[in-house]
C-alpha cells in the first residue's frame, strides 16, 4: 500500500510541476505581449500629443498648454502629462499629477539621445508606465513630452491566469485523484484483497464455499491462477496433517501440535465453547505518541494460554488495564485477537480504582500472593480488601454467565489466586457448566495456609470446579490436606479428589508448558536488544523475570558478584543480561523492590566495571518474546534464580530457543520447572557461592555435554508441550461427565 500511494503522490507532483511550468510560460508571453502593447500605444500617443502641444511650446502660451493637459489627463489609463525644457525644468505638468514621478530621469535621457523612451516606475502600491519624447524646433531639441500610464492591469491580468490555472489543477488533481483512487480500487486493490484472503483462508483452514467459484479475471490472473494452486496444496496439506491429527489422538506420547489440538477439540468437545476466565488479558492496547499499539504482558499465564486459544479459538474473558483498551473493543466490550489475526474473541471487564486497590493490590497481591509464594514476605490481611475481592469476583461471574445464558454445557478454565471464588459461584448458577480452575502459583502447607482469616471461603469457592489444577504433585497434597483439616469433606486419596456437599472436586497436576513442537521455535538470528547494547563480553547470560521479590533478582546479582570474585579473568569477558519488566508498581513493596534492585545493579557495575564493560545489563522495560528469543538463542546460559515459583516457563522457553542444543539452564530448586528438566544445573539460590560455581560450570561445561542435557531437555519440553498441557487438562475435566 505504502508503494502505491508513493507512486500516486508522484503522478501528482509530475502533473502539478507541469502545470505550473505551462503556467510560467504563459505568464512569461502574457505579460511581453501586454507589454509591448502597452509601449506601441504609449509612444503613438506621445507623438499624437506632441503635435498638438508644439506651437503652444514654441509660443510659451502656458495657459493654453495647460488646459490641453488637463483635458486628456485621467482619461482610461492615461494617469498625465508632463513637459520639460531643454534645460530639465519642468515646463507644465496635469493637475494631480505626483511630484514623485516628475523627478524620473527618463526625460533627460531621451533629449540626450534625442529618441524617445519608456519605463516603468511604482508609485505606493500602483504601476506606472512612463514614456518620454523629445520636442523638436527644426533639427535643435527644445524640450520633451512625458506620458504617464497606468499599468496595474498588466498585474491582474498574471494574478488571473494564476488563479485560473490554480484553480483548474486544483480541480484536474481532484478528478485525477479520485478517478486514480476508483481504478486502484477496482483493479488492484480489492484483487489483491481477494489474494490475501484466498491465502488467510488456506492457511487457516476456513474456506468459503465459493472458494473454488471466485472470480479470476483482470491483469492478476496469472497470479490468481498460482495462488489457487497453492491453496489447493495447503488444504491438501491441511487435510492430510488433519487425518493424521485423528490418528495420534489416542498417543499421548507423540507429538502434540496447535493442529492436533484442535482436532481433539473437534473430536471429543464436538466444538463445544469454550471460555477462559482471568485476571490478565493476553492483550494491552496503548497509547504511544498519539498512535494506539499493542502488547502482550510478561505474564507465564498469558505464554501457556494464548496458543491454547489460538488453536482452539472461544472467548477469553479478563480486566482490561491498557490506557486504549476501551477504544479498541465494540459495543460489547469485545474485541477479535491476535491484533494481526484474529482467531478468538477478547471480551473486557471494567474495574474501578477502588476494586483495582483492593482485589488485585490488597487481597491478592498483598494476601495470598505472599501467602502462598512462601518468599519471607509477610502476608497482609484486611478485611475492606477482603470484601472487594468477593465483589469483583461476582462481577466476573455475571459478566461470564451473561456470556454463556445460551450456551449449553459450556467449558470454562478459570485461571489463578485473582478469582478462587468464582468456581462455586459458576457451578451453582450452571450446574451444567464443565468448570476448571487451574492454580498457577504454589499451594502452601496446611499449617502455613491456616494464618489466612478466610481460608474456608476460599477452599469452598475453589471446590466449586470439577477439576483443580496444580503444577506439581506437593501443591496437590497439600491442598487436599488443607481442605481435609479446614472443612468437613471427604477426602479420597486413591482419586485425589474432594466430596463437598454432594460435589466431587479431583485434585490433579498438569505441569504448564510452551508452545514447542517438533519443528522448534523460529526465531530471528539477530537481536535488537543486543544490537542496541553493543556487549563488549564475548560470553553472554540472560535472565528473564518479572520485578518480583520471589522470582530472586537480589540472590542472582548476589550470586553474579561472587562469580567476578571467585573468578576475576572473567571480567570483560562475561556480560549478564537481565530484562525484569516492572510488576504491580502500586504496591509500596514492588516499588520498594525495584529501588533495591537498581541499586545493586549499580553497585555491582561500579565494583567491577571497566573500559566500558560491565557485568550486569539490566533492562527495567517490557519486551516482546520476539525480541527476547533471539536473546535466548545466542546466550551462553540461563539464570533463574527463583525463592518460590509455579513453574517459571522461561526455562522451557529458554530450551526451546536452543535449537543448535548449545547452553545450559542455571535453575533454582524452588521453581517447579526444577522437577522435569534433568539437564539443568540446580542450586539454592540463597547460596551466593553455589550460583557462582554453577555461571562458571556452565560457562566451561564442554559442547558435548551441553549438546547431551540440552536434547534431554528439549525432548521434554517437546514431548509436554502447551497443547498436550491443555488436551489433558480438558479430556480430564469432560471426561467427568
Known amino acids: 500500500m505504502k508503494q502505491l500511494l508513493s507512486i500516486f503522490i508522484g503522478v501528482l507532483i509530475i502533473v502539478s510541476l507541469l502545470v505550473v511550468g505551462f503556467t510560467l510560460l504563459q505568464v512569461h508571453q502574457q505579460q511581453t505581449a501586454l507589454t509591448d502593447d502597452l509601449q506601441r500605444r504609449t509612444s503613438l500617443l506621445a507623438d499624437s500629443f506632441k503635435e498638438a502641444i508644439r506651437p503652444s511650446y514654441l509660443n510659451s502660451a502656458t495657459s493654453s498648454l495647460q488646459a490641453v493637459l488637463d483635458k486628456f489627463a485621467g482619461r482610461e489609463r492615461l494617469l498625465g502629462l508632463a513637459i520639460h525644457d531643454n534645460k530639465g525644468g519642468l515646463f507644465a505638468a496635469s493637475a494631480g499629477l505626483p511630484e514623485d514621478l516628475l523627478g524620473d530621469p527618463v526625460f533627460e535621457k531621451v533629449m540626450d539621445a534625442d529618441r524617445g523612451d519608456g519605463d516603468f516606475m511604482k508609485l505606493g502600491g500602483n504601476q506606472i508606465y512612463v514614456f518620454a519624447t523629445p520636442i523638436h524646433d527644426g533639427e535643435k531639441v527644445i524640450g520633451s513630452l512625458s506620458v504617464f500610464q497606468r499599468a496595474n492591469y498588466i498585474r491582474m491580468e498574471i494574478d488571473q491566469i494564476w488563479k485560473t490555472n490554480l484553480l483548474r489543477l486544483f480541480l484536474q488533481l481532484l478528478l485525477f485523484s479520485f478517478a486514480i483512487i476508483l481504478i486502484l480500487n477496482l483493479i488492484v486493490y480489492k484483487p489483491v484483497l481477494r489474494l490475501a484472503e484466498i491465502i488467510r483462508q488456506a492457511r487457516n483452514g476456513n474456506f468459503g464455499e465459493n472458494f473454488e467459484t ?228 504454589p499451594w502452601p502447607n496446611a499449617e502455613m495456609f491456616r494464618i489466612c482469616p478466610w481460608r474456608k471461603e476460599i477452599i469452598k469457592g475453589m471446590l466449586g470446579a470439577d477439576i483443580l489444577g496444580f503444577h506439581t504433585q506437593q501443591y496437590c497434597n497439600n491442598f487436599l490436606d488443607t481442605a481435609n483439616k479446614e472443612i468437613e469433606s471427604i477426602v479420597d486419596l486413591e482419586e485425589f479428589a474432594i466430596i463437598y456437599k454432594n460435589h466431587t472436586t479431583h485434585v490433579k497436576t498438569f505441569p504448564l508448558s510452551v508452545a514447542f513442537t517438533n519443528g522448534g521455535i523460529k526465531s530471528s538470528p539477530q537481536s535488537f536488544i543486543l544490537e ?192 498436550r498441557w491443555a488436551a489433558e487438562f480438558l479430556k480430564s475435566l469432560t471426561s467427568l461427565s
Not at 473486557?348 to 501467602?371: D, H, M, Q, V
Request: charge should be positive.
Open 214 to 441: 471466485q472470480k479470476r479475471s483482470g491483469f492478476l490472473k496469472p497470479i490468481n491462477a498460482e495462488v489457487m494452486k497453492m491453496a489447493r496444496s495447503l488444504i491438501l496439506a491441511r487435510s492430510t496433517a488433519s487425518e493424521e491429527a485423528k490418528m495420534r489422538l489416542e498417543e499421548l506420547d507423540s507429538p502434540w501440535t496447535a493442529e492436533r489440538l484442535k482436532e481433539f477439540f473437534k473430536t471429543y468437545l464436538k466444538d463445544r465453547k469454550i471460555f477462559v476466565v482471568s485476571n490478565s488479558e493476553p492483550y494491552i492496547h496503548k497509547k504511544v505518541n498519539n498512535k494506539i499499539v499493542w502488547q502482550m504482558p510478561a505474564s507465564g499465564l498469558v505464554t501457556g494460554l494464548e496458543p491454547i486459544m489460538e488453536a482452539c479459538g472461544g472467548t477469553w474473558l479478563a480486566h482490561g488495564v491498557g490506557d486504549a483498551d476501551r477504544q479498541t473493543v465494540d459495543s460489547d466490550d469485545k474485541i477479535k485477537v491476535p491484533p494481526d489475526e484474529p482467531k478468538y474473541t477478547l471480551k473486557r471487564i471494567w474495574l474501578t480504582e477502588k476494586e483495582i486497590k483492593e482485589y488485585y493490590n490488597g487481597f491478592s497481591n498483598e494476601a495470598l500472593w505472599p501467602l502462598c509464594i512462601l518468599a519471607h514476605t509477610r502476608p497482609l490481611f484486611r478485611k475492606q480488601d477482603w470484601q472487594t475481592y468477593c465483589e469483583v469476583n461476582e462481577k466476573f461471574a455475571q459478566a461470564l454467565l451473561s456470556e454463556i445464558k445460551n450456551v449449553r454445557r459450556p467449558i470454562i478454565l478459570v485461571q489463578d489466586y485473582h478469582l478462587a471464588l468464582l468456581p462455586k459461584i459458576l457451578k451453582t448458577a450452571r450446574p451444567d457448566a464443565e468448570v476448571g480452575l487451574f492454580w498457577h502459583i
Open 532 to 723: 542496541a547494547l553493543k556487549l563488549k563480553g564475548r560470553l553472554l547470560g540472560v535472565g528473564v523475570d518479572r520485578m518480583d521479590y520471589a522470582k530472586g533478582i537480589l540472590e542472582k546479582f548476589k550470586g553474579l558478584e561472587f562469580f567476578f570474585n571467585m573468578y576475576p579473568r572473567y571480567k570483560g569477558e562475561f556480560t549478564f543480561v537481565q530484562i525484569a519488566p516492572p510488576s504491580r508498581s502500586a504496591i509500596p513493596k514492588y516499588r520498594q523492590f525495584e529501588e533495591e534492585v537498581t541499586r545493586e545493579a549499580e553497585r555491582i557495575n561500579k565494583k567491577f566495571e571497566k573500559n566500558g564493560w560491565r557485568p550486569i545489563i539490566l533492562l527495567k522495560e517490557h519486551h516482546s518474546h520476539k525480541e527476547i528469543y533471539p536473546l535466548y538463542s545466542q546466550a551462553r546460559l540461563c539464570l533463574i534464580s527463583s525463592l518460590s515459583d509455579g513453574m517459571n516457563l522461561v526455562a522451557k522457553e529458554f530450551i526451546a530457543a536452543k535449537n543448535d542444543d548449545l547452553g545450559v539452564l542455571v535453575i533454582s530448586k524452588f521453581a517447579g520447572a526444577s522437577r522435569s528438566l534433568k539437564g539443568a544445573l540446580v542450586i539454592n539460590p540463597y547460596s551466593a557461592e553455589e550460583t557462582a560455581r554453577s555461571i562458571h560450570e556452565a560457562l566451561t561445561m564442554a559442547p558435548s555435554e551441553q549438546r547431551s542435557r540440552m536434547k534431554k531437555m528439549r525432548a521434554a519440553v517437546r514431548d509436554y508441550n502447551v497443547y
